[in-house]
């Protein structure tokens, strides 16, 4: 499979998707209070892998811009439609993208998001160098994601053959220790690893880390 056919795996589970309940609602409330409270009213926020925007809606109205960007464009066309519905949100922008398609810039980010996301990327170390490209000097990549490595092994092994039939996108497989590695040797210092589940094992470390 290649990125093609993740975007068409997106494509086809995005209403779907859309219509899907948080399966912890408050471990993801506590997600957001924390990435609130990162955030600065003068920051220029980019959030990679923003499905169907329902994060960026709720976070966009406390910075100064942010765009947000899936490689989905039935995902991002949800996105969009929730942003009409929600109005004033002048500073948020939905984009069809990839962090490999975005050029560095002056007016570089001052914070990359990257929620549920860092396991759907083909090339970790690569892409880590990508947010580590487009972000202002000192600027802050905080992440939630799935690591399989740390999940019962029947899923590493169910995950293969729900590719090989469509029934699943690339997922990477690595542990949080592994991950940790992985961002430091992309050039950040990790500032925080927390646990938000309020319920269940969740496997999905909240990690801030601070551009060096």
């Known amino acids: 499979m290649s990125i093609a056919d993740d975007a068409r795996f997106w494509n086809r589970t995005a209403r ?8 912890d609602e408050a471990g993801y409330e ?23 925007g329902t994060t960026a809606i709720r976070l966009a109205g406390g910075v100064k811009d942010y765009l947000a960007t899936d490689i989905s464009r039935d995902m ?6 929730r942003k009409h519905a929600a109005g004033s949100l002048t500073n948020l922008v939905f984009s069809i993208a990839t962090v490999e398609t ?11 998001l990257g929620f ?6 083909r090339d970790l170390p690569g892409t880590l160098q990508h947010i580590h490209s487009l972000l202002a000097p000192q600027g802050l990549l905080i992440t939630k994601t799935p ?7 029947l899923i590493r092994l169910v995950l293969p053959v729900m590719r090989a039939i469509g029934k699943a996108p690339y997922a990477g497989v690595f542990n949080a220790t592994e991950l940790g590695r992985h961002i430091m040797a992309g050039g950040f ?10 319920r269940g094992n969740d496997r999905r470390p909240y990690i801030v880390a601070r551009k060096r």
Do not use: W
């Open 189 to 198: 210092d990790i500032l925080a690893t927390e646990i938000h589940a309020t």
């Open 102 to 112: 975005l050029v560095p810039h002056p007016a570089q980010f001052n914070a990359v």
């Open 116 to 121: 549920n996301y860092l396991h759907l990327v």
């Open 16 to 23: 779907k998707y859309a219509e899907g309940r948080i399966a």
């Open 147 to 153: 690591c399989v490595g740390d999940m019962n092994p």
């Open 30 to 52: 506590r997600t957001l209070e924390r990435t609130r409270g990162l955030l600065r009213p003068e920051d220029s926020i980019l959030e990679l892998g923003c499905g169907t």
């Open 76 to 81: 991002i066309a949800i996105a969009q439609e």
